[in-house]
């Protein structure tokens, strides 16, 4: 799991320099998928606290932790019987929009920002993390629970 986590938090810091493109949709789909809800929970905590507390503020945390762990609890309850590749790269770009709303949500409350003008000026990074989301569950995933699955194998 701390590997894991490290990948997590690593990747997000690599690709940081292109806005909203970011593999941690799809390795939280794929933790949630092969580790289940609980562990998958650690790992988003630890990976939220660690990302509020290097770049964001903790003040930010709990909108965060809410955004992130909308995954793994939706895929072990509601979603768990959802294993469609199509199926999974839609519900990751729901999840991009719902975290990135919860930064909306964020900034009104605590920045006093109007809601609307948020939301549009966002609305152009949602759908880049959306699509990115999107893209890399459709690319990625299939290779590497199948890779996580040898693994485990061995």
Partial sequence: MAILTGILFIQE????????????????????????????????????????????GLIYFPFMLAGWLIIPITLNT????????????????LYSITYSWMFVLANSLIGEVSFVHYLLSDIIFELILGISSFI???????????????????
């Fill in 13 to 56: 810091q690599i690709l940081s320099f292109i806005p909203n493109v970011q593999l941690t949709v799809l390795l939280i789909v794929l933790y949630s998928k092969i580790l289940g809800g609980p562990k998958t929970a650690i790992i988003v905590l630890i990976h939220t606290f660690l990302d509020t507390l290097l770049f964001n």
């Fill in 136 to 154: 890399s569950i459709l690319w990625l995933y299939e290779p590497l629970k199948k890779y996580h699955d040898n693994f485990v194998k061995l």
């Fill in 78 to 93: 509601i979603f768990k019987r959802v294993e469609n590749i199509y199926a999974l790269a839609g519900l990751g770009f």
